[in-house]
């Protein structure tokens, strides 16, 4: 294949960016990197009512967040512009026109309730609810002269020939849409805006576009596509439609199974490397059936065969193991640049510490959580300004023995000298206390835990001890103290 590929991922701004759209614009940016060749970001912006400058731009940061950028689009330029079809219009126009000239268009006067009076008959009649064709031989002076009058008219595409089509489809083979399956479709509404269907297009065959790899649900749309690619005698591209992506439960992905948008994930803590990875698996699987891929690496494996038609399930389990992964490869200091943010939310506590602290807390941290926000409850514990018995403490702290051994560890611990109490010191003291105390079992290192983190269970305490400095272990025991009866 050529370095002449183009691809285009083309949302609609009226939301976020959807597992399943970053689905898309991952595998066409893999199938231009694959084959040398440019990926286009176009807005479809033609949904007046519900489309906004402000989800656009939450659709891009999360695209950029991602790494996916555009060689061509908003913000970047090109030389098949605008990049957004509402500054597109008179080239809708004039494209509508050329073909309302050849006698393959027409404007069409009936209001919605006459249409929608229509569609109701010929489906109570058991016929397609498509048009009747009540404007089709309109005379062109009558035209002209309701146009004059501010009458305003959609365009309809005129189906002269029904015949069958067919698709030969990147990922599903042989397509075949029978005669007969849509009534003349509306190209342009009478406002002027453009429908889906004719300026996609329009704005594919003027921007190069050589593949076209979208979601299953446009299959549907192909069959009118086609029509308007064989009236302007236009090369239609590839078509590659991918499977739908579905929840646990087999139905279709969306709120009701959790987070399911990009931002939503990134806000949870996801790394985008983790993301990509698993995203690629939705209908995708490498030669080798690797599943942890640097991204250069899928670009590299990715073609259109590797693709599957059957339906992807989406697991979250997977998905957090996967990014565990990716946490558990980063090196200490890049896993902290990318904790700190979450950290710093809930206060400063730990923008002035040692990088031997961090590697250590890292590293003694980094097996407990697997996504950045599940780290932020663990690194708290070391925070003295989130310090506090918590109920199930204030339970331990009733047994008859706690106060003791809170009491031995706060002794113990004033009889040092060291800035820093080390794992193998700690284990030495532990036997000390359980000796001077005679308490041993559940009753000493849950009071002990208490006196450390504030409640009876958690991480090692021969993991946490290191990382608290003398001083913060010795006022937490002494807050523990006050609350022993």
């Not at 294949?1 to 183009?6: A, C, F, G, P």
């Not at 489809?169 to 004719?198: A, C, H, K, T, W």
Request: charged share 25%.
């Amino acid at each position: 294949m050529s370095e002449k590929v183009r691809v285009r991922f083309a949302p609609s701004p009226t939301g976020y960016l959807h597992v399943g759209g970053a689905r898309s614009v991952l595998f066409n940016w893999l199938f231009a990197r694959h084959h040398g060749g440019k990926f286009i970001l176009r807005i479809e912006d033609t949904d007046t009512a519900r489309s906004t400058r402000e989800f656009e731009e939450m659709q891009k940061q999360d695209i950029k967040w991602l790494g996916l950028n555009w060689d061509e689009g908003p913000d970047v330029g090109g030389d098949y512009g605008p990049y957004r079809q509402s500054e597109r219009r008179s080239i809708y126009k004039e494209y509508s026109d050329k073909l309302i000239a050849g006698g393959q268009a027409y404007y069409c006067f009936c209001t919605d309730a006459e249409l929608e009076a229509k569609k109701q008959a010929a489906m109570k009649a058991g016929r397609p609810p498509q048009y009747d064709g009540k404007c089709r031989h309109l005379p062109p002076a009558e035209t002209a002269l309701k146009l004059k009058a501010g009458e305003r008219g959609a365009v309809r595409f005129w189906i002269k020939n029904l015949k069958k089509y067919t698709l030969d489809d990147l990922i599903r083979g042989q397509v075949e849409f029978q005669e007969g399956m849509v009534g003349d479709f509306v190209i342009l509404r009478s406002d002027g805006m453009p429908v889906y269907n004719f300026c996609c297009v329009i704005d594919d065959h003027l921007m190069k576009i050589t593949h076209v790899l979208r979601a299953e649900e446009h299959l549907s749309n192909t069959v009118r596509q086609l029509m308007l690619y064989e009236a302007y005698g236009w090369n239609i591209p590839r078509f590659g439609h991918m499977s739908v992506v579905l929840g646990p439960d087999k139905q279709k992905l969306s709120k009701r199974h959790g987070a399911t948008s990009v931002n939503d994930y990134r806000l949870n803590g996801y790394l985008k490397e983790a993301i990509n990875n698993y995203i690629s698996l939705l209908g995708w699987s490498s030669p080798d059936s690797r599943e942890i891929l640097h991204i250069d690496e899928m670009a590299k494996l990715f073609t259109t065969d590797r693709i599957n038609v059957a339906p992807a399930v989406f697991d979250g389990v997977k998905l957090k193991w996967m990014n565990s992964v990716y946490l558990r490869n980063l090196d200490h200091q890049d896993l902290w640049t990318l904790l700190l943010p979450f950290l710093r939310a809930d206060g400063p506590d730990f923008d002035n510490v040692s990088v031997q602290w961090i590697n250590n807390a890292v590293g003694a941290l980094k097996t407990s959580f697997e996504t950045l926000v599940e780290a932020i409850p663990l690194f708290k514990t070391l925070s003295d300004s989130n310090f506090s018995v918590e109920p199930e403490g204030v339970e331990v702290l009733a047994w008859p023995t706690s106060k003791s051994v809170v009491g031995a560890w706060f002794s113990t611990l004033n009889g040092k000298s060291e800035e820093f109490i080390s794992d193998v010191s700690f284990n030495e003291i532990q036997k000390q206390i359980q000796t001077s105390c005679g308490v041993k079992g559940k009753e000493f290192f849950q009071a002990l835990r208490v006196a450390i983190v504030g409640k009876p269970h958690g991480t090692e305490l021969k993991q946490l001890v290191p990382l608290l400095s003398r001083a913060s272990l010795m006022n937490r025991a002494q807050k523990t103290l006050e609350q022993c009866p």
